[in-house]
């Protein structure tokens, strides 16, 4: 065994295997196949991904050997842990009613409470007390998701804080102004550009009386909950951000005060390590951004909150599980702070027990995981770190160009960036839909006796694009349409659900047993996507016996699972036995298809199929 001394390698007795030996046996085990096509992953934001990453991959990199706490902050803000603020956001258009759900929230471990005002609210002084009774401002951090009207909330919440008797250098607390997030979700601003950015110095201004004061949100989780890549979000988000520090210190602010009010908000997706890697570089380029206006070591603030594109109306819980992974990457890259969005958050507002779930996930990832005590664990991952400068790379190259057309105004004024994000989003459906991504419960392994409870789960449900009510006829932009992946689908089995019915697709399995079991649990799957009623059986022994049973059990759709061979004669059998008594679908696409088609067999469904126009079929032919 090697001496155990501080310059020794684990394994050092056996010889290093080259790079160059490793590819030479991976071309041996391809047999010729393509190396591209088979093993490199070519990802929504335009990277390829390699199969495998060594040492040497590092030595191409830079900020490989930066220290957590520096320059230009890829490892995180601090040196000492990795700890992250606990945050929940209340409706707060019922000021008592939001404060004793935050201090309910702060009793069981929040460290960070939010509370969204809408535009019908009237912001008071007497509603500012009631909203801040009890909650330490020395120790919990504040946000108002006040949007168009943090101006006028903005003065109460300082009055509070000073009149509160605690260091105003200890309060921390953010606002949400950002008149181009209203550009970009209502394809307007509030007022006109100029009085919207002169209102901007204003909130920066006021500011100044407490330290800790984020004022200006630069908000890229809106570009992911419309379709867009992590590559996308962060140019964007950047870009923004650009906007208001070009725009300030054209107006006299100090850069350096200017990029200290800025705050980031980004959604986090279901690509784990992407995810990680799109936070280390966003702090990576926002420090060389505020370097280019003369401000050293701006550090990037950021808040997480988990993907709203990601989650699911149907088979909710699962919900749970996809937030706990996002959550894992927000914490893990070093957020400030991160909101888990509660599991019923898609149809409903949260109750108490999807708010102490989501409360509870991550204080798990806190007390169980300990993920607050190492900092920059991703460091030194030859797959992060590479992954790090490649989502650097292309979204300096995404941010380059929007400057290049004079800024995020003018790039979305003319839909560049709109028709970036749909591009992405249009793949992304497709995807779906065809099920080369996998939506747990929607597209693939849907719960079958699930059945959406009409009084809870609408049609709006399902709307894409802003749902607040406001008039978008003054636009002047075509705004952002956010949704979730999973809507289109749901859509499709709200459909059933809302029309009472549910019809039933019967499995005609029959002939060699590999191929029957197998296509009748994907035939199973596949119409229980749209919520029919799905009869699954071991097999039969004859297609009279198996036309008998589906007749007996009053079907709607009879679904014939054999294998390729056996579909020429026992397809034929089947459907003149069944006449117009039920539609026959064979499950497969065989050689054979034309000879059935010519014997009037027209429904077919296979891996090949779009789900969703399929299933849009048979719900028409059932008259749904």
């Not at 992407?274 to 280390?280: G, L, Y």
Request: net charge neutral; proline share 3%; glycine share 6%.
């Amino acid at each position: 065994m090697a001496e155990n001394t501080k310059d020794s390698k684990l394994f050092a007795e056996f010889p290093p295997v080259t790079t160059e030996q490793w590819e030479a046996v991976i071309q041996q085990d391809l047999k010729g196949a393509d190396y591209d096509k088979r093993l490199v992953w070519k990802t929504m934001e335009g990277i390829s991904v390699r199969p495998y990453y060594r040492a040497e991959d590092l030595k191409k990199l830079q900020n490989t050997n930066v220290y957590p706490g520096t320059f230009p902050f890829v490892r995180g803000n601090g040196s000492k842990n990795n700890a992250w603020l606990i945050r929940q956001d209340f409706d707060a258009c019922n000021p008592t009613e939001a404060n004793a759900k935050a201090l309910r929230g702060i009793e069981r471990g929040l460290t960070a409470v939010g509370f969204v005002i809408c535009d019908k609210c009237e912001p008071n002084a007497e509603g500012m007390s009631t909203l801040l009774k009890g909650i330490d401002l020395s120790k919990v951090e504040v946000n108002f998701i006040a949007g168009g009207i943090s101006r006028r909330v903005l003065p109460l919440f300082i009055e509070k804080a000073k009149a509160a008797g605690v260091n105003v250098a200890e309060v921390k607390a953010s606002f949400d102004y950002s008149p181009l997030t209203s550009l970009s979700l209502k394809g307007k601003f509030c007022k006109d550009a100029e009085t919207s950015f002169a209102h901007v110095k204003e909130v920066v201004e006021m500011s100044r009386a407490l330290p800790n004061l984020k004022a200006v949100s630069a908000n890229g989780a809106i570009f992911q909950n419309s379709g867009a890549t992590a590559v996308q979000e962060l140019a964007f988000a950047l870009s923004m951000a650009n906007e208001y520090m070009a725009k300030l210190t054209d107006m006299g602010i100090n850069a350096e005060e200017a990029a200290s009010r800025i705050k980031f908000t980004f959604a986090v997706g279901a690509n784990y390590f992407m995810e990680i890697a799109k936070f280390r570089a966003a702090r990576m380029l926002w420090a060389k951004i505020a370097d280019a206006y003369g401000v050293k070591n701006s550090t990037m603030c950021i808040h997480a909150e988990t993907s709203e594109w990601n989650m699911t109306v149907y088979d909710p819980y699962v919900n749970m599980l996809r937030t706990t992974t996002e959550g894992m990457s927000a914490v893990i890259a070093g957020v400030h702070s991160l909101t888990v969005h509660p599991f019923d958050k898609p149809y409903q507002k949260a109750t108490v027990f999807s708010e102490r779930i989501a409360r509870n996930q991550q204080l798990l990832l806190k007390e169980e995981v300990y993920l607050d005590k190492v900092v920059d664990p991703s460091a030194g991952s030859y797959y992060i770190e590479t992954l790090t400068t490649s989502v650097a790379d292309h979204a300096w190259s995404l941010f380059n160009q929007i400057e290049a057309k004079g800024g995020y105004t003018k790039a979305f004024m003319e839909g560049f960036i709109q028709n970036e994000i749909k591009t992405i989003a249009a793949k992304r459906d497709s995807n779906i839909v065809t099920r080369r991504d996998t939506i747990l419960g929607t597209n693939q392994y849907p719960n079958f006796s699930e059945v959406a409870d009409t009084k809870i789960v609408t049609k709006d449900t399902f709307k894409r694009g802003c749902t607040c009510g406001c008039e978008n006829a003054e636009a002047i932009a075509e705004p952002l349409a956010p949704y979730r992946g999973a809507m289109t689908m749901e859509a499709l089995r709200y459909r059933t659900d809302a029309s009472g019915r549910r019809p039933k697709a019967f499995m005609l399995a029959v002939g060699n047993l590999a191929f029957r079991r197998a296509r009748a649990q994907f035939s199973c799957n596949f119409f229980a996507c749209a919520g029919f009623d799905v009869v699954d059986n071991i097999g039969f022994k004859s297609i009279d016996e198996g036309v008998k049973a589906a007749m007996d059990a009053k079907s709607d759709i009879v679904v014939i699972c054999s294998s390729d061979d056996e579909y020429a004669t026992l397809a034929p059998e089947a459907f003149q036995k069944l006449g117009n008594k039920a539609i026959l679908t064979v499950a497969g696409d065989p050689a054979c298809k034309p000879e059935l088609e010519a014997a009037g067999i027209k429904n077919f469904i296979s891996v090949k199929s779009n789900l969703l126009e399929t299933l849009r079929g048979y719900q028409e032919k059932l008259g749904l």
